[in-house]
C-alpha cells in the first residue's frame, strides 16, 4: 500500500523556537495533504488542508500565522510551529490523498505522526 | 460540514466474542464512510471504506461494516475478537465534493482474555 513518512517522529524544543515537521508521500503524488492534532485520548482534529501549489486552508481557530504550511511538491508538506509554547505539545498526523485514476473513490493515508514536545 | 458521532468512548469484550462499534454521521450529500484503527505509537491503519454499491462492506483483519443510509449509520463489526484488536477505532466521514475528512472521537476497545 502507500506509504507516508513524517520526520522527525520526536522532538524536544524549547519556548520561542520554531520546529519543523516534513510529511512525504513517498510512493504516490498527493496534490492534497492534510495536518491533524492528537490530543491524549482524544480524536484527530483537522488543523489545515494543504494543496500543492497555493496556500492552505485553515480550519477555524487555528492561527495560520503559528502554524505555517507548505506544499511545496506533490510529495511534500511541511508543518512549522513558529514561536513554540508548550501548550502546542500534542501528537501531529499528516495524511496525504491517493486518488486512482479513473475512479471516484480515494484513500487518505497516514503518516506515524510525530510527537512535539516544548519545554 | 459532514461530522461523525461515535455514541462509545470506552468498550470491553472478551476474547472471542462478537464485535460492533457505532457510528453515526451528518452529511447532506452522499458520505464516503471510513474505518480506521490505531494502535499504540502506530499510525492510523484503514480498515475498510464505502463509497457507493454494496452497502456491506467487507475489510482487514476480519471487519466488516454496513452502511444504513435510513439510520445514517456505518457500524463496524468483527464476528470473533482477538487479543490484538485492542486499540482506539475512530470512524471519519468524508465529502464527495472535496477531500475534506472528519473524525469521530474514537471508540476504545479493551479484550478481555
Known amino acids: 500500500g502507500a506509504v507516508v513518512s513524517q520526520h522527525p517522529s520526536r522532538v524536544i524544543c524549547k519556548s520561542g523556537t520554531s520546529v519543523k515537521i516534513e510529511c512525504r508521500s513517498l510512493d504516490f503524488q498527493a496534490t492534497t495533504m492534510f495536518w491533524y492534532r492528537q490530543f491524549p485520548k482524544q480524536s484527530l482534529m483537522l488543523m489545515a488542508t494543504?494543496?500543492?501549489?497555493?496556500?492552505?486552508?485553515?480550519e477555524q481557530g487555528v492561527e495560520k500565522d503559528k502554524f505555517l504550511i507548505n506544499h511545496a511538491s506533490l510529495t511534500l508538506s511541511t508543518l512549522t510551529v513558529t514561536s513554540a509554547h508548550p501548550e502546542d505539545s500534542s501528537f501531529y498526523i499528516c495524511?496525504?490523498?491517493?486518488?486512482?485514476?479513473?475512479?471516484?473513490?480515494?484513500?487518505?493515508?497516514f503518516g506515524p505522526g510525530t510527537r512535539l514536545t516544548v519545554t | 460540514a459532514q461530522s461523525v458521532t461515535q455514541p462509545d468512548i470506552h468498550i470491553t469484550v472478551s476474547e472471542g466474542a462478537s464485535l460492533e462499534l457505532r457510528c453515526n454521521y451528518s452529511?447532506?450529500?452522499?458520505?464516503?464512510l471510513f474505518w480506521y484503527v490505531q494502535s499504540p505509537g502506530q499510525g492510523l491503519q484503514l480498515l475498510l471504506k464505502y463509497f457507493s454499491g454494496d452497502t456491506l462492506v467487507q475489510g482487514i483483519k476480519g471487519f466488516e461494516a454496513e452502511f444504513k443510509r435510513s439510520q445514517s449509520s456505518f457500524n463496524l463489526r468483527k464476528p470473533s475478537v482477538h487479543w490484538s484488536d485492542a486499540a482506539e477505532y475512530f470512524c471519519a466521514v468524508g465529502a464527495e465534493d472535496n477531500n475534506d475528512m472528519r473524525f469521530g472521537a474514537g471508540t476504545r476497545l479493551t479484550v478481555k482474555p
Open positions: 494543504s494543496n500543492e501549489g497555493s496556500k492552505a486552508t485553515y
Open positions: 452529511y447532506g450529500a452522499t458520505p464516503y
Open positions: 495524511s496525504a490523498i491517493r486518488r486512482p485514476r479513473g475512479r471516484i473513490d480515494y484513500e487518505q493515508y
